[in-house]
């Protein structure tokens, strides 16, 4: 089992491609006279760590400390680049600073947490000779500081064939671990690595073998192998999980963990960055393995590129551990609130985003899963807090609810989507919000900001609101009026 103070002490240097995701959260309620497509009204820029970057701020949320080299543009971008990751303890930058070439970015409209649009900017031609040298001499410098070396091919220009054989020469020198993402359907080019992680496309791209299915993933993993001369193989293999390939031993299928796929973004740097930080704090290849799909199941429920915390993957662990008595484990989620206020500052003292949303859910039904599940990718840990039955019944009239409170706390806690319910006995939840002061407040889009209850508290506290736009037709009440019909 991993100890936290042992990751603490781990250190990884990433090597390859850095970017500059750029999101333009907007709203969208018009078409363009000027032609058939959406007008966003852009209200939120939030620029996040891409690429190299976000597996170095991966492996600093999980607790280990990070170091990214590469090549950035002197340019407002790579300034912006470099502010972001000033942000995140635990990481620092050795970059490699031109006017040659741009800092890559990827611009993306969202509006409901969809994505409108993705813009480009880039040069993704190989390093030039003076530029290539720069980073080579990094390289000399840093490479016998770390415990575990990345590299992370975006196919943007940074790993050409001379800092590749490098990186992994210098690290093979001193016995350090290689953890290899692959862009190129030449794996010849990662040749001496510990393990490269390519997912299905690239694997069936190197080897010709599709890996749909346990036995080709072997198949496709042992060519591999051959071509890159690497020690193991990890073909990711998304919802199918992931298959570990190693010379001379049985294939390990690993089977998906995740219960809700909201955004694959990023999903291959957290199963990455897991890796690496496994590897680094002694872990055998095929436990590290198993982290980082534990890993890669809790980072694709989330929305964006986002990241896991060694506290989730602990936390995830256990649940696995629990499976044996699923009941216990749902009521362990309901709780009253001097328990919850204990539960909630403990996820937010692990840095991790706790959302709050609330309602009567009186019959579940589609409008509440989908505002549950829309509700829990936009934090780390989901409350809801649920109107007890005098509540309702003051809200809703004497013939509610249909199910008791206790039912409907089952119910709802039994969603893969919620991580903890409370019952309040008030019409409203403002002082469980003020209590709770959670950092995300989520409700239907049929309230405005400003209609909304607590969220006046939430953004006081720096906090945010987000609005789903509810599933049309669909409510507690109209159900109950068509069964009463149907009698």
């Given at each position: ?43 939120r820029t939030e620029n996040i760590a891409g690429g190299v970057a976000n597996v170095a701020r991966n492996i600093a949320a999980l607790g280990a400390q990070a170091t990214v080299t590469g090549v950035i543009g002197k340019d407002t971008t790579g300034h912006d680049l470099e ?212 890993a890669a199941g809790i980072v694709v429920e989330k929305a964006g590129t986002a990241t896991v915390s060694m506290f989730e993957l602990l936390e995830a662990i256990k649940r696995q551990e629990r499976k044996h008595d699923p009941q216990n484990s749902i009521r362990n989620k ?154």
């Amino acid at each position: 089992m991993l100890e936290i103070e042992q990751i603490k002490q781990v250190r990884v240097l990433c090597i390859g491609d850095v970017m500059l995701d750029r999101y333009l959260h907007s709203n969208v309620s018009r078409i363009s006279p000027e032609g058939p497509v959406p007008v966003a009204r852009v209200t939120r820029t939030e620029n996040i760590a891409g690429g190299v970057a976000n597996v170095a701020r991966n492996i600093a949320a999980l607790g280990a400390q990070a170091t990214v080299t590469g090549v950035i543009g002197k340019d407002t971008t790579g300034h912006d680049l470099e502010v972001t990751l000033a942000r995140d303890d635990g990481v620092q930058t050795r970059f490699v600073v031109t006017e040659q070439r741009p800092t890559t970015e990827k611009i993306r409209y969202v509006s409901q947490g969809q994505q409108l649009l993705r813009a480009d900017r880039e040069d993704a031609a190989l390093l030039p000779d003076a530029l290539e040298q720069q980073l080579l001499e990094v390289l000399e410098k840093e490479v016998a500081l770390y415990d575990v070396v990345v590299l992370s091919d975006y196919a943007k220009g940074v790993l050409t064939k001379k800092v590749l054989g490098k990186a992994i020469a210098l690290a093979r020198e001193k016995g350090i671990p290689v953890v290899v993402d692959p862009k190129s359907s030449d794996l010849s080019r990662y040749a001496g690595a510990t393990v490269i992680t390519p997912n299905t496309k690239e694997t069936m791209e190197a080897t010709g073998i599709d890996p749909s299915n346990d036995e080709q993933a072997q198949a496709a993993g042992l060519k591999a192998l051959q071509i890159s001369q690497a020690s193991a193989l990890l073909v990711t293999r998304a919802e199918q999980g992931m298959s570990l390939v190693r010379a001379g031993l049985p294939a390990v299928h690993i089977r998906a963990t995740a219960h809700e796929v909201f955004d694959v973004v990023g999903a291959g740097d957290t199963v990455v960055a897991t890796l690496a930080v496994c590897l680094g704090s002694g872990l055998p290849l095929e436990e590290a393995a198993k982290m980082a799909n534990m890993a890669a199941g809790i980072v694709v429920e989330k929305a964006g590129t986002a990241t896991v915390s060694m506290f989730e993957l602990l936390e995830a662990i256990k649940r696995q551990e629990r499976k044996h008595d699923p009941q216990n484990s749902i009521r362990n989620k309901i709780g009253p609130l001097p328990e919850l206020l204990q539960l909630c500052r403990q996820w937010q003292q692990q840095g991790l985003k706790v959302g709050f949303t609330n309602g009567c859910f009186d019959l579940l039904h589609v409008g509440h899963v989908s505002l549950l599940t829309f509700a829990r990718a936009q934090c780390d840990r989901l409350i809801v807090g649920l109107n007890s039955d005098d509540s309702v019944r003051r809200l809703k009239g004497p013939s509610r609810p249909v199910n008791s409170e206790g039912d409907r706390a089952y119910v709802l806690a039994a969603l893969q989507s919620v991580d903890a319910v409370v019952v309040f006995g008030e019409d409203t939840p403002e002082s469980l919000i003020e209590a709770l002061t959670p950092n995300v407040l989520i409700k239907g889009a049929d309230y405005t900001v400003d209609q909304i209850v607590g969220a006046k508290h939430v953004l006081a506290h720096g906090g945010e609101v987000r609005t789903f736009e509810l599933v049309p037709g669909r409510s507690s009440t109209k159900m109950i009026e068509k069964a009463r019909q149907s009698c």
